[in-house]
Each structure stands twice: as C-alpha cells, then as structure tokens.
C-alpha cells in the first residue's frame, strides 16, 4: 500500500498545494495520503476523499540547545556562501546591536564560524541539533504517529521551518525516505540552512536545480527533480477563472482607464510602500502621467491594511485589493503563518493579473506572476543607505534579482521621478521588453504550468517504485 505523508507549514504552502491541483493528483497516485498540518484541521473541511486523512502536528517549540546549534549550523551555512550578497547581507542584519547573554552567544557563533564553517562543522552542528531534541516528548510522539501510520513517503512542502526539524528526525529514524519542494525563487542563494538533510528534492527549474547542487554539495544530481512550482498553477485552472466585466465591476474601476497596480510588500521589507503609493497618486493627480490612469494597490498577504489608514483617507480614488485571507489560529506564536487563503482572493489575484495594465512592485514574486500574463513590471527601489529611507536597494543585489535585472526584464525606479517616466515609457510601448519577459519566466519557472501538479504528483509517486 502506497501511503504519501504531506507536511504543509502554513498558509503559503496551504495556497500551494491545496487549493492547485495537487491533491486531486496525488490520490490517483497514491493508496492514501495523509496531510501532516500545522494549520487546524478545520482548515480542510472542503475535502471529503476517503482516500485523504488530516492529522494536526503538535507544535514543536525549540528548547535552548535546539536553538544553540541550529544557530550554529544557520550561520556557519551563511559564512560559507558569503561571496554572496543575499547571504552576506542576512549575516549584517542578524547581527545582535546589545550585549545581553543571547547576543553576546550570537556574537560568539560569527566569530566562531567565520573561522569554521566547513560543509563537515555544518553537517555535524546539524547532528547535534537533532540529537538535542531526540528525546523531546513531541519528537516521541511524531515517532510513534508516523510508526503508526507507516507512510511509504513523506513530502514536505517547504523545506525552511525549523519547527518541522523534530519531524523530519521521525521519518529519518524510521526510515521513511523524505521529500522536499523548494518552496520560493530566492530561498537558496539568500537564506540560512535547510531544516535537515532530506533524500529528494524538488525544484522550479533547471536554474534551482543548478544553485542547490552548488549550496547543498552532498545532494548528488539525480535526487533532485525539476517540476515547475504549484504556485502558478491557480491561474491555469478553470474554477479560478473570472471575466473582465466581473473584475471591472466588484472593485469599481473605470473600464476606459488604464490600470496600475502597485503590489505591497509586508511591513518588515516595505516600509516604502506608502511613499510609493503616494507618488503614484499625486502623479495621476497632477496629470504627470501622460494617460487615463488608475491605481489598484494589493496589500499584503501577511497582513491587513491597517498601516494604510492616512493614505485611504488622503487618496479615495486608489482603489484597494485586500487578500482574503482567513486567520484560522489566534495566539501562534508566527501569526502570519496561520492565516489561509480564500478561494474569492485567488479568484481576484488572478482577474487583477489579468486586466491590470502595468504592476508597479518592490522586487517581489509578483513579478514574476505579472510576467506569466505579459504584463510590463517596474520594482521601485526608493531607499539606500545615505536618504534615511529602509534601504531596498540593497536587494538589487541579490542573486535571484540580478537575473531578472540582468535580463532586462523588469525596470529600476530609484526615485519618483524615474517612476512617473517610466510608467509613461511603459504606456507609450508595452511590448517594448515581452521577449525578456518571457525569457525570464523560461529561467526561473522551468516547466509549464498546465500539468503542475500532475508532474510533481507522479515524481512523488516515483520515487517509491
């Protein structure tokens, strides 16, 4: 009997693998499938499959020990790729500014793992870290849940959460082989380690399989899979579909202007976003963009809309697209993580994407789901070290943004000026840079997206023949 566990973390990988095709997939693969969550069982109501079975995870909480070496093997992973600026500049900002214990230990570790940071030292932080929770209460109980329910295959769908680690010791220790899905476009050549060691993986692309093969150099070529990501495959799919008349009419736009949307950013990296949104405004107001124009913003995911408040008030014309996205755990410890999306927002994001003429961003995914419908993208960068705004143009330099920079595919505005005339460059000639879009979209999502699911479903299932 061929038994596939699906870990799924939070509301991204919820978006990700549960309202695409994936499941609908994984059952005609599988004898049964149990999803491993974080979020409430609740969550998954809409499901009646009685081949799908639910289990809501324990939350693990990391004990001082835990935290002491995963810190270790984090920071020795980004002292060893710091010729990188993504990780060259986490390494800066992780940097404690007290001298209280835990930062004095913190200051410790990057003086210590400057010296050393070895793919072996790594490996070995590592083995302590699992050691240190091998006992754990809740590691017991993952042990004696996964020897219970003997998957033949566990599937994490995100393969960052160092609360999933415990997790990840139990199907070791158990011997059941384990998957992960790379979960984002920036996650390798930017962020700390993986939470553990894992004997498959799937990637976006050709390009992803390449940077982990360099990041990860114990996993050998064949253990990694491309597959495309399900990320996008929402706006291939029929019941996400919209007509422009619909879109037109439940956000009040005026179907004989041309629509930007500015995509928002969480405020822990977007803390521009209202000088941006101003400046397109006041542009549409002073008639500085030479065309009929709207402004569509889309807040955050992660958030609502509260930080906005003045702007509303200031501006009533911009027209706001808030994600529904439901808040399904009060008091978690990450709050973010336990909010999900409702079908109406996937529906929304996908007509904004669309009919939106031109999206205005700060280096964000959307990008890239804006070029998947051909539509031109500008990434406002407004802050840098020397004006005294949060400085985004550091992340120009990172190497999963360089690409799309380098490839001409987006343009660069540093200030309000460059933005209005690039707005009004775009509108002159929308086209002007489709074959880089299209060229960038090949680079960084190496499969089409019709089909998604269906091809990381029958790599999951190959991988227990």
Not at 429 to 456: H, V, Y
Request: charged share 25%; with cysteine; hydrophobic share 40%.
């Amino acid at each position: 009997m061929k038994t596939l566990g699906v870990v799924i973390t939070d509301g991204v990988g919820y978006r990700n693998f549960i309202m695409s095709n994936f499941i609908a997939e994984t059952v005609l693969q599988f004898d049964k499938i149990i999803i491993y969550s974080g979020l409430p069982k609740s969550c998954y109501q809409s499901f009646d499959n009685p081949k799908l079975e639910i289990k809501e995870l324990t939350v693990f909480k990391e004990g001082k020990a835990t935290w002491a070496f995963r810190k270790w093997k984090e920071l020795a992973h980004l002292q060893k790729h710091k010729s990188f600026y993504g990780m060259q500049d986490n390494l800066k900002m992780g940097y404690p500014g007290s001298n209280s214990l835990r930062s004095v230990f913190i200051k410790g570790l990057y003086f210590f793992t400057k010296i050393i940071h070895s793919n072996s030292s790594i490996l070995f932080a590592e083995k302590l870290q699992f050691l240190s929770f091998s006992k754990n209460k809740i590691t017991k109980e993952y042990l004696a849940l996964l020897k219970n329910d003997k998957p033949s295959h566990v599937f994490f769908t995100h393969q960052r959460p160092p609360f999933l680690a415990p997790f990840l010791y139990a199907a070791i220790k158990s011997k059941i082989p384990s998957s992960t899905f790379i979960f984002s476009w920036d996650n390798l050549a930017s962020k700390g380690r993986m939470l553990g060691t894992f004997d498959y993986f799937l990637v976006w692309s050709e390009l992803m399989k390449e940077e982990l093969l360099y990041f990860y150099p114990n996993v050998k070529s064949d253990e990694v899979k491309v597959v495309g990501t399900p990320q996008f495959e929402p706006y291939v799919l029929d019941n996400y579909k919209s007509t422009k008349q619909d879109f037109i009419q439940k956000f009040g736009l005026d179907n004989t202007k041309k629509i930007i949307c500015y995509s928002c950013a969480d405020v822990s990296i977007g803390p521009n976003d209202p000088l941006v949104i101003k400046t397109i405004a006041n542009a549409i107001r002073n008639n500085q963009i030479k065309f009929d124009t709207q402004l569509l913003v889309r807040t955050s995911p992660a958030e609502d809309d509260s930080r906005f408040r003045a702007i509303r008030e200031e501006f009533p014309e911009i027209v706001w697209n808030v994600p529904k996205w439901i808040l399904t755990r009060e008091n978690h410890q990450e709050s973010w993580s336990q909010r999900i999306p409702s079908h109406e927002d996937i529906v929304d994001l996908r007509s904004l994407l669309e009919n939106a003429d031109l999206s205005i961003n700060m280096c964000s995914t959307m990008s890239l789901d804006f070029m998947l419908f051909n539509k031109p993208v500008i990434n406002t960068v407004f802050g840098n070290q020397e004006n005294g705004l949060y400085n985004d143009q550091r992340f120009l330099n990172y190497i999963h943004y360089k690409k799309v920079i380098d490839g001409n595919a987006v343009t660069i505005a540093k200030n309000e000026k460059e933005l209005v005339d690039q707005i009004n460059q775009t509108f002159n000639n929308s086209n002007e840079r489709e074959k880089d879009r299209k060229a960038m979209i090949d680079l960084q999502i190496g499969q089409s997206l019709e089909g998604t699911s269906k091809r990381i479903a029958a790599t999951l299932a190959a991988f227990n023949d």
